[in-house]
């Protein structure tokens, strides 16, 4: 089985652009969380999406949001990107809708540098 | 402070040597995990926990749910485990925590 895949792999924009990342989860996963890591935060959550439905948000501004759709891949999207949001932008999926209190399953990553 | 302490943060050892990592959390959990990171950021996930105790291969995983705290221990430790390990914590609010992490490092 293929694991999870995002793309792209390493993105550069510029201040008050917007991006968008993608990820796929495994096949039969219905669940997909988005984290960010800097050096600064580590780790964070961002958002999680179970069968299209926004299930959790962490504590980011609005400029961060996000989508599934019905084949379980997920977007994200960073409006007015600020320096700050210079990051490591991680997915992960898992087989049901229990958030994580399911094992995840991570993806390489998207590694966005803002300019 | 950080609402998931993680100890200690940078770890070396040699091969072949017993190795604990320990996390600490605040408040009622509905799951705790350990993570590893190698460098170039691929993350793995070693053990979901909610009770008791885990192992897989020389890896093993305690939960101690009344004094708040996770232990995970690499028994034999290899460099090949050199990673960063992250603790992760759920809480009973549905918040998601992570620990900052410890850097471990083992040589030949």
């Known amino acids: 089985k293929a694991g999870v895949t995002q793309t792209p792999r390493y993105l550069i924009k510029t201040r008050g652009q917007q991006v968008t990342l993608s990820c796929s989860p495994i096949?039969?996963?219905?669940?997909v969380s988005w984290y960010q890591q800097t050096p600064g935060q580590g780790l964070q959550f961002l958002f999680e999406?179970?069968?299209?439905?926004?299930?959790n948000k962490g504590n980011f501004p609005g400029r961060f949001s996000g989508r599934q759709f019905s084949n379980s891949r997920s977007e994200m999207n960073v409006s007015t990107l600020e320096l700050g949001d210079s990051a490591l932008y991680l997915c992960?999926?898992?087989?049901?809708?229990?958030?994580?209190?399911?094992?995840?399953?991570f993806g390489p990553g998207t590694r966005l540098t803002v300019l | 402070k950080n609402e998931v302490e993680q100890s200690p943060q940078n770890l070396t050892a040699q091969e072949g040597e017993f190795i604990t990592i320990n996390c600490s959390y605040s408040?009622?959990?509905?799951?705790l995990h350990w993570l590893q990171q190698h460098p170039g950021g691929g993350i793995v996930s070693l053990f979901m926990?909610?009770?008791g105790k885990k192992k897989h291969g020389r890896l093993i995983a305690t939960i101690n749910i009344q004094e708040k705290h996770s232990s995970l221990h690499i028994t034999a430790s290899h460099p090949r485990d050199s990673a960063v390990y992250i603790c992760?914590?759920?809480?009973?609010?549905?918040?998601?925590?992570f620990g900052t992490g410890t850097r471990l490092q083992v040589f030949p």
């Open positions: 408040v009622g959990i509905s799951a």
């Open positions: 992960a999926s898992s087989l049901a809708g229990r958030g994580f209190r399911d094992t995840q399953y």
């Open positions: 999406y179970f069968s299209e439905t926004q299930r």
């Open positions: 992760a914590v759920r809480y009973n609010t549905d918040k998601l925590i």
């Open positions: 096949s039969g996963h219905r669940s």
């Open positions: 926990l909610s009770s």
